[in-house]
């Protein structure tokens, strides 16, 4: 069965630095896609990234971007320029097509005044 | 982006009644729609996964008699909590899937049970 690993269950960093959220996950598949969803204390997730196996090239939305290394199963995600409203729970997540989503456990960031 | 809204966000019942909480997809067609619990501080379990018109397929440890997943269209999808104990008290939360694109998430519901 495909496993996500988030290594981190807390990180906090300082406004405006950057972070880096760690995620391994474990499949033999070679087709698939990997997600970081973002969960604020509202606990309505919201997608903040998506990466399909097949593309080589890094998936980047505004500040968040991921350096995927299928070779070694691993997925971070980058958070530039933080800011007071990154604070959330962020999960990292892989489906197949077609499939349920399998989460991490989590990792819950703090941003730092 | 595609929305999906849960009913009621929040609900207070007693023990030995049930309880429905509604899904719907606003303004797209789900071709599956997906229960989650989650814990405090805990990641999303899937409870279960429906398609419109057949029976939900529920992961292994969900009593299915308890957590009732109906399916009815593709806009809806209803999880009734029959005979709810205080044990059952969580969040949940549905999320909605049109074929081989995104799954979207409810706003989730907090059911307490007294």
């Known amino acids: 069965a495909q496993t996500v690993t988030q290594s981190q269950p807390e990180m906090s960093v300082q406004e405006a630095e950057t972070v880096t959220l760690s995620c391994t996950y474990d499949t033999s598949e070679s087709d698939y896609y990997l997600f970081w969803y973002k969960q604020p204390p509202s606990r309505q997730m919201i997608l903040v990234i998506r990466q399909e196996a097949y593309k080589q090239q890094n998936a980047t939305e505004n500040r968040f971007s991921v350096n995927f290394q299928k070779a070694a199963k691993s997925f971070s995600l980058k958070i530039s320029d933080s800011q007071l409203g990154d604070a959330a729970m962020y999960f990292c997540a892989y489906r197949r097509p077609n499939e349920k989503l399998t989460f991490g456990t989590g990792t819950r960031l703090t941003i730092i005044p | 982006g595609a929305v999906v809204s849960q009913h009621p966000s929040r609900v207070i019942c007693k023990s030995g009644t049930s309880v429905k909480i509604e899904c719907r997809s606003l303004d797209f067609q789900a071709t599956t729609m997906f229960w989650y619990r989650q814990f405090p501080k805990q990641s999303l379990m899937l409870m279960a996964t429906?398609?419109?018109?057949?029976?939900?397929?529920?992961e292994q440890g969900v009593e299915k008699d308890k957590f009732l997943i109906n399916h009815a269209s593709l806009t809806l999808s209803t999880l009734t909590v029959t005979s709810a104990h205080p044990e059952d008290s969580s969040f949940y939360i549905c999320?909605?899937?049109?074929?081989?694109?995104?799954?979207?998430f409810g706003p989730g519901t907090r059911l307490t049970v007294t």
């Open positions: 999320s909605a899937r049109i074929q081989a694109d995104e799954q979207y």
């Open positions: 429906s398609n419109e018109g057949s029976k939900a397929t529920y």
